[in-house]
Each structure stands twice: as C-alpha cells, then as structure tokens.
C-alpha cells in the first residue's frame, strides 16, 4: 500500500510560480510511474503530467512549456514546478502513482491518489 502526500499548494498571481511535491510512504517509489493530476470547479479531473521509471516525461498540451515535471527516487518525492500560471490552472492538483513504467494520462490506471493541494491564480 502507497500513502501520497501532496503539499506546495496556495494563492499567487498570474505570472506567478508554484512548485508543488508529492511524499510517497509504503512502496517501492522508483517502480511506479508518477502522475499529477487537476480537477477545476465545475469541471472532471484531467491529466497534467507524469514521469516514468526512466524519468521519461508527458505533459498536457495545456501545460507544455509552462511545468516542469520531475523526481527524486532518494527522497520518494515527486514534484510539479508550474511556472507562468494562468487563472485557467486554479484546481485541485492530485498526485498518483501507478504501479508500471508505462505512462499512462487515463486517471482510471493509475492505482493510489493523494487528498490534493489546492492552486488558486489570480488575476
């Protein structure tokens, strides 16, 4: 069993730069692809981005060039830095882990979940 803890959440400006982390406990953290994950208001939960055994990287097209996926294997972390955000990015931010080194943005395949940490850009 895997226990995600997200935290890095908060209130910044457009423009602005958030950088959030996800603490794995309970697992072999370098055996799961990594995924971050969003659900806004209103609206069902989407794919942001995830990082493989490799450290091979995915992004949504909406987030391409503005976040930056990564991990530490030695710290079972890993992290989101979003930088030039948008009002469109406030959500919920969720990180996932799923137990293959296939990437994979279908949320459905991906196997533990954290509570979230939320983002809120203003304008």
């Known amino acids: 069993q895997v226990q995600l803890a997200e935290s890095g959440g908060g209130l910044v400006q457009a423009g602005g730069s958030l950088r959030l982390s996800c603490a794995a406990s309970g697992g072999t953290f370098r055996r799961y692809t990594m995924g971050w994950f969003r659900q806004a208001p209103g609206k069902e939960r989407e794919f942001v981005a995830a990082?493989?055994?490799?450290?091979?990287?995915y992004y949504a097209d909406s987030v391409k060039g503005r976040f930056t996926i990564s991990r530490d294997n030695a710290k079972n972390t890993v992290y989101l830095q979003m930088n030039s955000l948008k009002p469109e990015d406030t959500a919920v931010y969720y990180c996932?882990?799923?137990?293959?080194?296939?990437?994979?943005?279908?949320?459905?395949?991906?196997?533990?979940w954290g509570q979230g940490t939320q983002v809120t850009v203003s304008s």
């Open positions: 990082i493989g055994w490799s450290d091979n990287t």
């Open positions: 996932a882990a799923r137990q293959s080194p296939l990437y994979s943005n279908y949320q459905a395949s991906y196997d533990y």
